[in-house]
Nanobody
Framework: QVQLVESGGGSVQPGGSLRLSCVAS????????MGWYRQAPGKQRELVAR???????NYADSVKCRFTISRDNAKNTVYLQMNSLKPEDTAVYYC????????WGQGTQVTVSS
């Protein structure tokens, strides 16, 4: 079992920045992929970014060049640096980990509004 605790969400004006963090605990030795998904009201959950154990990254086209995912294996933490935020980035952001099974965080709200 893996437990995930997210932090860093909040409200920001368009063009602003936020940094999300997600700390994993439990069976962390088996973690391979870490990532972030988001779900806006009335929409399906979608991939934002993910990073492999070898630090290969994938991003949704909508966030490329604005968001950066990184991980600190020593701290069992994955980060999402979000810059140049847009109103359409408003969503609940979920941390995701694959460790022989799929694990999700509880979600953190990100609101981009003037």
């Amino acid at each position: 079992q893996v437990q995930l605790v997210e932090s860093g969400g909040g409200s920001v004006q368009p063009g602003g920045s936020l940094r999300l963090s997600c700390v994993a605990s439990g069976s962390i030795f088996s973690i391979s992929v870490m990532g972030w998904y988001r779900q806006a009201p009335g929409k399906q959950r979608e991939l934002v970014a993910r990073i492999s154990s070898g630090s290969s990254t994938n991003y949704a086209d909508s966030v490329k060049c604005r968001f950066t995912i990184s991980r600190d294996n020593a701290k069992n933490t994955v980060y999402l640096q979000m810059n140049s935020l847009k109103p359409e980035d408003t969503a609940v952001y979920y941390c995701y980990v694959y460790a022989r099974d799929h694990y999700w965080g509880q979600g953190t709200q990100v609101t981009v509004s003037s």
